[in-house]
């Protein structure tokens, strides 16, 4: 493996660290007062603090971060999976397709971009139901669902997703029968999943649009069913 | 053992409070500039997201615990600002920027900002390590913690390491957080997802067919029957 230290490592390398500390062996990361600590405690004005200064030095601008906002707020969100979602309900050979290649097959829709590189669709069944979790973090499939929301990244659901899904699951008001296994899919790596919720019984002459209102957002991630009109 | 981030598990969370879709993607303005920020400051090619990871991971776990999500993100990233030098800490204290930077010309412009989201940043790279499992195969997870770095970056949780699962996929070749986040070079290797039946992972499973799927590269599995 070849050797390339960053400057964070080599400052963990040489006897005096950035902090202005000796540190007696190679370390990761500083266990002592770390620079944040010199912003604002108040998190809006810690904000307001840091975008001040970055654009005084001309590192960032605050139009380019009225531009990702309106993105993130009016481009991109779970309407963008819901309507390959219920395209996948009308059409047996794009499930197909989504299935076996989900990268390539939502990029032709125009779904790719930043956290969705690698995408993995997983379909509920009668016989097995699948759910997202990010245990380390927050991955979300952010091109087709946006950004997450605030419960995913919650403490609790990270934690007990795993060890307890049906729990949470009911948190959620969705009771799954006993005979139908759980698959908890935690995202480790820049692979990201989406649920293919089954399509709900009743449905049969919708049209897609009528149908992707059926598809929530959180049924793409499991913690819902798809509703039923 | 690894850091405060590695939650998967725990005990004593309470319960989910599920929001509603109709409620603002950012709950709070702050929030929105939060976000914008680190993406920006990302563009400056200072660090790559497994940096950026490792970086929130590193917090105090009393400050993990007691910031929300942003705060999390924006104590991160003040930290990595500073230790790249792209800021000082004097200039943390005075809360104004009091030199140019040489990294200006890297400043992401509002009309690039659709060409930058959409192009991503995909990790699969190519890799001469072959891959050594197939989906069927059965392997064990090795123990948790990073095996170059002393408390170091891995995406090997502690609730699945050691422990004996199926590969399910392959997912072709994906650069190695635990190299790459340490500025080891990206290192490649195939990277599989690993089904644990729930019983093998915790003492007192909900259901005997529930199973728990992870991203695994193969530095993290041995073969096993």
């Not at chain 1, 605030?150 to 699951?169: I, N, T």
């Not at chain 1, 293919?196 to 149908?211: F, H, I, K, N, V």
């Not at chain 2, 090997?156 to 340490?182: C, E, Q």
């Amino acid at each position: 493996m070849q050797f390339m230290p960053t400057k964070q490592e080599r400052s963990g390398l040489d006897s005096k660290c950035v902090c202005g500390q000796d540190h007696f062996m190679p370390h990761d990361h500083h266990d002592h007062d770390d620079p944040h600590a010199l912003l604002p405690p108040d998190p809006a004005l810690r904000v307001k603090a840091l975008e001040t200064i970055l654009t005084d030095k001309g590192l960032i601008d605050p139009a380019t971060l009225d531009a990702i906002i309106d993105t993130y707020e009016n481009k991109i969100g779970p309407r963008n999976g819901a309507r390959v979602v219920a395209k996948a309900w009308m059409d047996a050979d794009f499930r197909e397709s989504l299935k076996r290649d989900a990268t390539a097959t939502v990029s032709d829709l125009g779904y790719y971009g930043r956290q969705g590189e690698h995408m993995v669709v997983v379909e509920n069944t009668p016989d097995t139901h699948n759910m997202v979790v990010c245990t380390l973090c927050s991955c979300y499939p952010w091109p087709l669902l946006g950004i997450p929301p605030g419960w995913y990244k919650s403490d609790a659901y990270r934690a007990r997703a795993v060890r307890e899904p049906r729990k949470v699951l009911a948190e959620f008001g969705v009771k799954l029968p006993a005979e139908t296994s759980v698959r908890v899919w935690d995202s480790t790596a820049e692979v990201r999943y989406l649920v293919l919720p089954m399509r709900p019984s009743g449905t049969e002459g919708l049209s897609e649009d009528a149908l992707a209102d059926l598809v929530t957002r959180n049924s793409m991630i499991g913690t819902e069913l798809a509703k039923t009109p | 053992m690894t850091r405060v981030h590695d939650m998967g598990g725990r005990f004593g969370d309470g319960a989910v409070t599920p929001d509603s879709e109709t409620d603002p993607v950012f709950e709070k303005e702050w929030h929105a500039r939060a976000l914008a920020v680190t993406l920006a400051c990302g563009s400056l090619g200072q660090w790559n997201l497994d940096i950026s990871r490792h970086s929130r991971e590193c917090l105090t776990p009393k400050d993990y615990t007691r910031f929300s999500y942003y705060e999390k993100w924006m104590a991160a990233l003040t930290n990595l600002l500073v230790e790249n030098d792209v800021l000082t800490p004097q200039e943390l204290a005075d809360g104004r920027g009091t030199a140019g930077s040489s990294l200006a010309d890297r400043k992401l412009k509002p009309d690039a900002v659709a060409a930058a989201l959409a192009k991503g940043g995909p990790a699969d790279r190519p890799s001469d390590i072959a891959a050594q499992f197939k989906p069927g195969d059965i392997v064990r997870t090795r123990a948790a913690g990073n095996t170059h770095t002393s408390g170091g970056h891995t995406r090997l949780p502690v609730y699945a390491a050691g422990a004996t699962g199926r590969v399910v996929r392959y997912h072709g070749t994906h650069i190695l957080p635990d190299s790459n986040a340490h500025g080891l070079g990206e290192a490649a290797e195939p990277l599989y997802a690993v089904a644990f039946q729930a019983q093998d992972l915790w003492q007192h499973p909900e259901h005997p067919k529930d199973e728990i799927i992870l991203d695994l590269w193969q530095s993290y599995l041995d073969a096993a029957t």
